[in-house]
Structure formats: C-alpha cells, structure tokens
C-alpha cells in the first residue's frame, strides 16, 4: 500500500468558503483575523469581505481613546461595514477623546436605533448631564428601555416621575 497524500492548503477553497471560515473566526477575535489574513494573498482577499468587517468581535480593543493607527483603522473599517460594537466604541472616542462630541452623538444614536443598550444608557446619561432642557429625554431613554423604576410608598413609579421629584 503505497502512502500517497496530497497536499491541500487553505488556499485551494473557495473564496466564499474561506469568507465564511473568516466570518466565524472573526466572532471570536479581531487578533485571529488580522494573522490569518497575513498569510496569503487568498486568505487577505477573503479576510477583507464585508461580512468580516461586519460581524468581528471587538473585545480586543479595550477601552476608550487613541489607539495604534492600525487598530483604529480596523476598528473605523469595521463600523465603515455597519459593524454595531465597532460604531459603539468610535461613537465613545468621538466624543470623548477627539473632540467631535457632534459626531460621537451621532453614531451612539445610530447604534441605540439598533437597540445597542449601552449606547441607549450612554445617551440617556449624556442627556441628562446636559441640562434641564435635554434631561426629560435622557430619563425617558433610561426609563423606556431598562423599566427601571422606583419604590414610592409601595408603588413603582418610573424614573422619569421618581428624578422630578427629587429636581
């Protein structure tokens, strides 16, 4: 019996096949997708479909502020391609570390439209620190989406009504 093996890579799949195996790869780390994508011009090509960009886990990128070119590039790619969390946290930087407080508001609408509930508290918290004129949105947002309420002589009242009467 003669051992005769044929040597396949990665790179003999299809393209759609090799998106999809990016796409899965990408749910779980950023970090994985940009090695893989490293190692071929096939594997750079399906690494860069928009459904990568779309679904990529950005666990990775932790915390707010300025980060090396590269990943604020990935991170800009991956909201360019509707990427939710992507949007989040370039929302959070915009307002908070560059000084587009516009923009930033911007895209943390767009991602709470998508019901992103840390963009709906970080909106309604922005709202609400903003002045009296915005705070009955921002209580609205809070007390809309999380229920929250409070315990007032054995009622619940909403967070809206509970925050008037202590303003």
Known sequence: MSNTRSHYSLDDLAQEILSRIFVVLGAESA?????????????????????VYRTTCMDM?????????????????????????AIFRQGIDECFCYGNFGLGLTLLRQVAYEDHLEAIYLLGIIHISRGPHLCDEGLQLLDAYF?????DDGEYMGVVDSAKELL
């Not at 229920?147 to 315990?151: D, T």
């Open 31 to 51: 970090k994985d997708i940009v090695s893989a994508r490293l190692s071929s011009n096939k594997m750079y090509e399906a690494g860069g479909d928009p459904q």
């Open 61 to 85: 990128f932790e915390g707010m502020g300025p980060k090396n070119l590269k990943a604020d590039l990935f991170i800009r790619t991956c909201a360019l391609h509707n990427n939710i969390e």
């Open 147 to 151: 229920g929250w309420a409070v315990l």
